[in-house]
């Protein structure tokens, strides 16, 4: 008789099935207004999601496409019968509808916008850092502003890294895979109904991209993703992460960026006027370009050239060269070795495209690319703007950098985003009906000075109370679980309070941001931090690249400093810098703490978004604050350096950071009345709002793109592209004569009456100079300047004085006549040259045809 086991059970076997809502016909609204980003910066959808599902909402994390795919079936008969919250969704939905259906303004210039990354909602992890976020303002401002504008981007697997500290603070970097089915996008298909796939081709392989289109308000944003079977696994990786891999991998990234991105476009039938690169990662979307007029409209290169570079913009964001991105010739004809052929020139003319020294043998610069192919490049503050005219000035030797096109448009900030919930229903309330549509206007800002003082001073303590409610429920967990003395952490979340004197200090923590500036003195500090009768608390957070070793350090003696019983609760970093923390945290610190080397601070916008809600600056005069700065609406460190020694440096700006809380900002704040709050703090504030706000915001940004540079290129470009490019080849053909002939003239006389060179220059006495040229082969106009300039040995450089253009008095045969009267007013040692240039009306500046010869 054969025994009878106890247990007869074969592996556990499971197939895995994901159930998820399936919306009725009346709540399809819902889903409309979920894949469209529209309802990041309306608050009326935002609080219509949570009313939906109150829990599922934080647990998402505010993503409405999560949040409705995991509705039970419950919740929606809930809903269905709830009809208060029914008519509520049918009104917001009413409210979008009227919104995305408004037509674009044909009077502004269309736009095709190309970044690498776009900071939008922390929902979708494409952005890094400041860039980004920009560019989702961008897009944001440019649908409230009703342009025609598409952009081009990625859609990354993992994104940018979420960050964790361990117990002593050092950085983790995790990298989290998003499910691109639960995010607020959606596939692009081809008419056929089979998902459209971008095919790009390199020299010896192709690669793939699935296309995925992300809606944001009127504006479609197209993310190319190459996590897909068609690719060898070396290239699914090209879209992985966000400025993760060697420099192959961005290589790849900038290639599928630029001749990519401008392929999706014609996949898509989709063309404008203009064409912006949002730094020099997308550069190459004029070899493309050039490639299309070349291949397609049988243009020669040089003809090409004139249609590409008149309806182009590069936009740089950095401030030193060794933030651009180089890249070695092997590498760099591996996947553009193709391009000379197509474009019908040589490779060494191609890759010269990128030296700046032509001919030698330096890398290849994409900045440098995207200046020989855009007719217009610009900073984006006016200090950084001085600062790229320098760094840029090796590309166009016969120029000064006072003299270059490069121009500038100060960053700002997107308002119905940054502008907290309260601030926004604040200004609704106290504000002009019309604000919202225009937020520059300074006679609208100028009524906060109606608004009685208290109300403003309830606003941000309503405002600071948000914040640390906020820290309290996200960071607790995670506190308790990575502090080996979790009572530590409690008494840190007990000592946050809105009567302290709240200072915060959000950015990427690179060395040049100079984040350990506060904690020079630690001693001083202590006492700062630690009085009873008026309590401060500083605020830090940010994440350093995986790859900065400096600045994870700063980030670990942070928090080291922050675990010190004196500064325990006093100084608090959290981690994980996101936009969901960014938004909480510019909107409810009462300073916002900014302390770049001078001048390394391309523009910063942080402390623009803290502005929008009336939080007070206190920043070196760098980047927007420099222009920003008011006196009695923030407070300033100077923007000159008193010592060479950056220690020395860091040194003094630390004690006068310290004097200035001290004496000014401390004192000011709990300066507090009989009625319960500062008034000398209020007028700040107001006086922020009404004399800075209006000029910061991402509506004046745009408008100066605009008018001071998409006009000019779209009106230029319609012009070139006339009557089968006529006018392209007319200014092609000129300027390769002028080419071939440029060595030919010959300066037969040089003159100056009476001849100061021998007697003296005096001031006050009028010379008349005289150059006679015979141009030989050569053809059309030549222009000449004098140019008198002065040696300036704090740069070891030269430094103009002034400029006079000669007249052109003559013209006999081949030989033109030239004079120019001037009056000497500098006394002193000068240097005085000519140099002479083609000259031509049709160019849009001298940089557009840099050729020059100094005469003597």
Known sequence: MMKIKANNVNSQAWKDVYFHAKLPKELEPLHEIAVNLWWVWNYESAKLFGRIDKNLWRETEGNPVLLLQNLTHSRIE????????????????????????????????????????????NVLKIYSGGL???????????????????????????????????????????????????????????????????????????????????????????????????????????????????????????????????MLLDKLGIKKQVYHCNEGHAALINAQRLANYIQKEGLTFNQALEVVRASSLYTVHTPVPAGHDYFDEELFRRYTGDFPAKLGISWQDFIDMGRENPGSHEKFSMSVFALNTCQEANAVSWMHGQVSKKMFAPVWKGYFPEELHVGYVTNGVHLPTWAATETKRFFAEKFNDNFFNSQSNRKYWEEIYNVPDVEVWELRKALKRKLINYVRSQYTGNWLKSESDPSKMVSVLDKMNTNALLIGFGRR????????????????????????????????????????????????????????????????????????????????????????????????????????????????LDGWWYEGYKEGAGWALTDKSTYASQQFQDQLDATTIYDLLEREIIPAFFDINPSGYSDKWVKYIKNSFAKIAPDYTMKRMIDDYIERFYSKLATRHTRLAEGNYAKAKEIAAWKEEVAEHWDSFEVETIG????????????????????????????????????????DPENHSLKVVRINEFELVKEEGSKLYFELRSIPNEAGHLKIGYRVYPKNSELPHRMDFAYVRWIK
């Open 132 to 262: 980004g976020v920009l560019a989702g303002d961008y897009l944001k401002e440019a649908s409230d502003s009703n342009i025609d504008l598409c952009a081009v981007g990625f859609l990354y697997r993992h994104g940018y890294f979420t960050q964790s500290l361990t117990v002593d603070g050092q950085q983790v970097a995790n990298y989290e895979a998003q499910d691109f089915n639960s995010l607020p996008l959606v596939q692009v298909f081809e008419p056929d109904g089979s998902p459209m796939l971008l095919e790009v081709p390199l020299p010896e392989r192709k690669i793939y991209a699935r296309i995925w289109k992300v809606t944001v308000g009127r504006v479609p944003l197209y993310l190319m993703d190459t996590d897909i079977s068609e690719n060898a696994e070396w290239d699914r990786s090209i879209t992985h992460q966000l400025y993760g891999g060697d420099w192959e991998n961005r290589m790849k990234q900038e290639y599928l960026l630029g001749v990519g991105g401008i």
């Open 752 to 791: 100056c009456e009476p001849d100061f060179y021998r007697e003296g220059s005096i001031v006050g006495r009028e010379y008349t100079h005289k150059v006679v040229i015979d141009r030989k082969d050569l053809k059309g106009a030549l222009g000449i300047d004098r140019v008198i300039a002065k040696e």
């Open 78 to 121: 809930e809903i269905l019968a709830d009809k208060e919250l029914m008519a509520r969704i049918n009104k917001v939905h009413a409210k979008f509808k009227a919104y995305v259906n408004t037509a674009p303004d044909r009077t502004k210039p269309s736009i095709a916008y190309f970044s690498m990354e776009y900071g939008l909602t």
């Open 509 to 620: 923590f690179a060395t040049y941001k100079r984040a350990h500036l506060l904690f020079n003195d630690l001693d001083r500090l202590a006492k700062i931090v630690n009085n009873e009768k008026f309590p401060v608390q500083f605020i830090y957070t940010g994440k350093a690249h995986p790859a900065d070793g400096g600045g994870q350090g700063l980030i670990k003696h942070i928090v080291e400093i922050s675990r010190r019983p004196e500064f325990l609760g006093k100084i608090i970093f959290l981690e994980n810098y996101d936009m969901r923390l960014a938004r909480r945290l510019v909107a409810g610190v009462d300073v916002w703490l900014n302390t770049p080397t001078r001048p390394l601070e391309a523009s910063g916008t942080s402390g623009e978004k803290a502005q929008m809600n009336g939080v007070l600056n206190f920043s070196v």
